[in-house]
């Protein structure tokens, strides 16, 4: 099988390495295997494409490549440059991604958007994520289930998805002897938390502090806030709800937006003949 890795988090982070390790336990093997990311860190990057800017790619190794571009690109370089029409991958894999991709979480995650990418062509993609709490754990649940859940969407997928599907799977933050389940599980959807913005150099103040942007004409750079948002809980149900009960998460996503049933309403509204 031919696989392409690719993330967010860039070629040289420990996600990397440790999704390396994992696809060596798929069955079938030996694999063809390439890897294909960002040469920095690229979160939060959603499904953004380098259309407007030329952009280096360093190889780093066999089969290895490092993309100064955003996590999409290295999908698409690899597509144009490496396989082809003629022979694309059989599956494609972003991640581990350090920190769980929940909810709305999906609308900004580079990784997400390397399986979004290749879903665009028909290829089984699979994002993976992986709490970022900073505890370690000797035998991880990505580790443990990483490789069963994999196979298990591959087949499943190419027996009875659609083809504008792909899948994105969320490990809970415990060791591989604590969890309890795997859930299939909807997107949840917590209140949105405001996004601080603060200038550089100055203080995290809060928001009844904030300061005032520059006189007009004049510049002045600003950055978000240290830390990583956490949504808030949102049930038992959802994605994060699986999660905070030390369960693995998974999620089919789809890339078709139509929200169906509104369309419905605003035809009855709208729909006319000229």
Not at 30 to 56: I, K, L, Q
Not at 213 to 234: E, K, L, T
């Amino acid at each position: 099988m031919r696989l392409l890795l690719s993330n967010d988090d860039g070629l040289e982070s420990p996600g990397m390495a440790r999704l390396e390790a994992l696809v060596q336990g798929l069955s079938g093997g030996p694999h063809e295997v390439w890897v294909v990311a960002p040469s920095g860190n690229r979160s939060g990057t959603s499904h953004a494409m380098s259309y407007h800017r030329a952009f280096d790619v360093c190889k780093a190794g066999e089969r290895r490549y490092a993309v100064d571009a955003y996590p999409a690109d290295c999908f698409a370089f690899a597509l144009s440059n490496l396989f082809g029409r003629d022979r694309l991958p059989d599956l494609v894999l972003s991640g581990i991604n350090w920190g769980w991709n929940v909810g709305r979480d999906v609308a900004y995650s580079g990784t997400l958007g390397v399986a979004e990418e290749a879903a665009l062509y028909g290829i089984d993609a699979i994002a993976l994520s992986e709490a970022d709490s900073g505890r370690v754990h000797e035998r991880s649940p990505s580790d443990v289930f990483g490789v069963e859940l994999i196979e298990q969407l591959v087949y499943f997928r190419r027996a009875s998805w659609r083809k504008t599907l792909f899948a994105s799977i969320n490990f809970p933050d415990c060791s591989a002897e604590e969890v309890r389940a795997v859930r299939v599980s909807p997107l949840g959807q917590p209140e949105m938390g405001l996004k601080s913005m603060f200038p550089v150099g100055e203080p995290e103040l809060g928001l009844k502090s904030m300061l005032p942007v520059g006189q007009s004409g004049h510049s002045q750079r600003y950055r978000y806030a240290s830390g990583r948002y956490v949504p808030p809980f949102s049930g038992t149900g959802s994605d994060l709800g699986a999660l905070e009960g030390k369960a693995v998460s998974v999620t089919a996503i789809s890339l078709d937006r139509t929200d169906f049933a509104c369309n419905d309403d605003l035809a009855l509204v709208m729909d006319r003949k000229f």
